[in-house]
């Protein structure tokens, strides 16, 4: 089975611009988070959306949205993009969001540099 | 609000010598911990969980962590170090939604031969 999937693999922007990353879960998946990874950090999370609607949200500005369509796949969408965004973008999914202790399986993200 | 805090930034074995990578955790609640795996250039990889079932967990790759509730810890260990476990390992908790997994900051492995 394939798994989690994430388009472009790599991205070069200016400030300013807009950006938009896709994901597709795991097939039989109905949730997808994202999560941002900055140079020699840890994940921060963004955001998590189940049966299309947003289930949580973490401590990002409004720049920052998303969407999940009817085939649960994803986009992250960027604007105004800042140089402090340059970052490894992930995707995870799960089969759905209802306990804690449910594994999230991750993509192998995208890579966004702003210049 | 639960959180990881990851001690050592970096650790650095000899091929077949112990690895011990460090996590306490800080929760209100039973928690639901994680290790995870990013090798260079990739995502993440669940090595392996802990979800109260016991207390003592076995992952991939020949990993396990032991959960020590009186030490708020759950350290990863693995018997011998291989050259391919170099890479970066995350400790995370789940947060009491479960709709977001919290990181530590990361301890990047080195192994030497």
């Known amino acids: 089975d394939a798994g989690v999937t994430q388009s472009p693999t790599h991205l070069i922007k200016t400030r300013g611009q807009q950006v938009t990353l896709r994901c597709s879960p795991i097939?039989?998946?109905?949730?997808v988070s994202w999560y941002q990874q900055v140079l020699g950090q840890g994940p921060q999370f963004i955001f998590q959306y189940y049966e299309k609607e947003e289930r949580g949200r973490g401590n990002f500005p409004d720049r920052f949205s998303a969407r999940q369509f009817p085939n649960y796949s994803s986009e992250l969408n960027v604007n105004a993009l800042l140089l402090g965004d340059s970052a490894l973008y992930l995707c995870?999914?799960?089969?759905?969001?209802?306990?804690?202790?449910?594994?999230?399986?991750f993509g192998p993200g995208t890579r966004l540099l702003v210049l | 609000a639960q959180s990881v805090t990851q001690l050592g930034s970096h650790v650095s074995v000899s091929e077949g010598a112990l690895v011990l990578l460090r996590c306490n955790y800080s929760?209100?609640?039973?928690?639901?911990l994680f290790w995870y795996v990013q090798y260079p250039n990739q995502g993440l990889q669940l090595l392996l969980k802990y979800t109260s079932a016991a207390t003592l967990v076995k992952g991939i790759n020949g990993f396990e962590a032991e959960f020590k509730k009186s030490e708020t810890s759950f350290h990863l260990t693995k018997p011998s170090a291989h050259m391919s476990d170099a890479a970066e390992y995350f400790c995370a908790v789940r947060n009491t939604g479960g709709f977001k997994t919290i990181f530590g900051a990361g301890t990047r492995l080195f192994v030497k031969a």
């Open positions: 995870a999914s799960s089969l759905t969001t209802g306990t804690a202790q449910e594994t999230q399986y």
């Open positions: 929760s209100s609640v039973p928690p639901y």
């Open positions: 097939s039989g998946h109905k949730s």
